[in-house]
């Protein structure tokens, strides 16, 4: 399965976007999906995940509340919807998609399949 990442751009602190992860060439339908980030020197980090196992969503605890994924099962598409952006959210957002195990969700080497990458950046 192929993933296509987009709908980063350029947004105010308090600002809201939201990041779309569609897929080709298969579908999310028996994989779980998640969101990783970024920053300049910093190493790739978990934001959020949408699983098949348990039909749950997990967030960093740096977002809960925040920010919020969810499917379209018709469009074959994974959003992340992020709300009162900071500018510590600045980053690459990737999406990924796997078969984690449940006490490994948020670790990026559970996920087979990634996306391109897309760039957000939150001015203060």
């Known amino acids: 399965v192929q993933l296509q990442a987009s709908g980063g751009g350029l947004v105010q602190a308090g600002g809201s976007l939201r990041l779309s992860c569609a897929a080709s060439?298969?579908?999310?339908?028996?994989?779980?999906v998640a969101w990783f980030r970024q920053a300049p020197g910093k190493e790739r980090e978990f934001v959020a995940v949408?699983?098949?196992?348990?039909?749950?969503?997990y967030y960093d605890d740096s977002v809960k509340g925040r920010f919020t994924i969810s499917r379209d099962k018709a469009k074959n598409t994974v959003y992340l919807q992020m709300s009162s952006l900071e500018p510590e959210d600045t980053a690459v957002y990737y999406c990924a998609a796997g078969r984690p195990i449940i006490s490994a969700i948020s670790s990026s080497s559970m996920y087979g399949y990634w996306g391109q990458g897309t760039q957000v950046t939150v001015s203060s």
């Open positions: 949408s699983t098949v196992q348990n039909s749950r969503e």
């Open positions: 060439g298969g579908t999310f339908r028996t994989y779980s």
